[in-house]
């Protein structure tokens, strides 16, 4: 019955990622790679990774799905244009034959992993200790391969430069994204004012039981960056200037207290990002508290776009 | 007891799984926005309801099976909404319809 399932998954995942791919409206692809994305999440709940799971919930499907939604509205006016540019001959087989060499060589490189495929997990499992959470996920994310999220959060910000450097001259430390006006008593404003309370809540609570079971911080933080944009599309609040002190000191925090620890266990513990004897807990949990809010904050910015609505001086 | 347990549970699942179908059949079948809209909002609303109340009697725990319930609310809230949006996006694109 269960192989049936997931045979079933399996087959409905290819046929919908080809269908993606097929799609020639730029539209109908977005919403096909969302709906791929909780398909993926099914998948990752089948294969026993909810961490996984959750991630690919909250950020393949939901976040880069809004943001490809974002980039189709954008492309609209041009993507008439484009669809009536047939490329050649040449470029289409030239096209065809990369993209068949790229999946040959992804299908080999599968298909030739030893048995069993080499793993950690059992120095995980008999170090786990250590760390002092539960979740081994988590133990890998902050303790053992701590270096891997703090960079992750440093390529975020950058990211977040990356589209604000995009700004033109005038528009400068300005607000970023379009003005949203919405209708105060339409549907919109309601569930903006309703839904946000509750997704803190549950926000907070993936984050912090991330300690022990999945979750953790990057799903909190991508629901808690999900109300805010709520909020901000039903136009009750406007995004805040780039320029804003607050703004860029939120941004950075994360990272700052996270180099900063990591640069006392240097001193105390004796490498860089080595926690001291019986302190893993506590500064585990120091370090996600601090990436929450700056990890928010960069997922919701990255949505909003480039400043484009300079600021009266 | 028990045995009354599971007849509810097959039975409302079972319906749930029903008003799923119904709802994609209509999805698919139904002329325009609105009336698909109509279908799929029974499809969530009671078809995800009746799913939830039969898997009810099997959590462990009151938390558990309040958890449950609150999913259920949490879809009803938003698939209200969206369909409302939806619906006033198709008619300011086509007043008429």
Redesign the interface.
């Known amino acids: 019955m269960m192989a049936l399932l997931n045979a079933g998954l399996a087959l409905l995942l290819l046929a919908l990622a080809a269908w993606t791919i097929a799609a020639r409206d730029a539209f109908a692809a977005a919403v096909g790679f969302i709906a791929y994305g909780l398909l993926l999440t099914l998948a990752w709940v089948q294969l026993s990774g909810i961490d996984v799971a959750l991630t690919e919930a909250a950020i393949g499907g939901g976040l880069t799905g809004a943001l490809l939604i974002g980039a189709v509205a954008r492309l609209r006016s041009t993507e008439a244009a484009a669809r009536a540019e047939r490329p050649g001959a040449p470029s289409r087989l030239l096209a065809a034959l990369v993209a068949g060499v790229v999946t040959v060589a992804l299908a080999i490189c599968v298909l030739t992993l030893p048995d069993p495929a080499p793993t950690l997990a059992p120095e995980v499992a008999a170090n786990i200790a250590a760390a002092a959470v539960g979740n081994p996920i988590t133990a890998v994310l902050l303790a053992f391969r701590a270096m891997d999220t703090l960079l992750e959060a440093i390529v975020l910000l950058f990211a977040l430069i990356g589209v604000w450097s995009l700004a033109p001259d005038r528009a400068w430390g300005g607000r970023p994204g379009p003005l949203h006006r919405a209708d105060p008593n339409g549907i919109l404003a309601y569930i903006a004012r309703v839904l946000p309370p509750i997704g803190l809540i549950v926000g907070m609570y993936i984050f912090w039981a991330g300690a022990d079971h999945p979750g953790g911080k990057f799903q909190g933080a991508t629901i808690v960056a999900a109300m805010w944009l709520l909020v901000m599309m039903a136009g009750l609040a406007d995004a805040p200037p780039v320029s804003r002190k607050w703004l860029r000191l939120g941004l950075v925090a994360g990272p700052l207290v996270f180099i900063a620890i990591g640069l006392a266990g240097a001193v105390s513990a004796g490498a860089f990002l080595a926690y001291p004897e019986g302190y893993a807990k506590p500064l585990i949990v120091a370090i996600e508290l601090a990436l929450m809010p700056t990890l928010a904050l960069i997922l919701a910015l990255l949505l909003v776009g480039a400043p484009q609505r300079p600021v009266p001086p | 007891m028990s045995f009354a347990l599971n007849l509810l549970t097959i039975v409302a699942v079972v319906a749930g799984a029903f008003f799923f179908l119904a709802g994609t059949v209509g999805l698919l079948r139904f002329p325009d926005t609105f009336t698909r809209l109509h279908a799929l909002t029974k499809a969530d609303n009671l078809g995800l309801g009746l799913v939830v109340l039969g898997l009810l009697p099997h959590v462990d725990g009151v938390l558990a099976g309040l958890k449950l319930i609150a999913i259920w609310l949490?879809v009803l809230?938003?698939s209200a909404?969206a369909s409302?949006?939806v619906a006033?996006a198709a008619r300011q694109r086509d007043p008429d319809a």
């Open positions: 949490l809230l938003s909404a409302q949006l006033r």
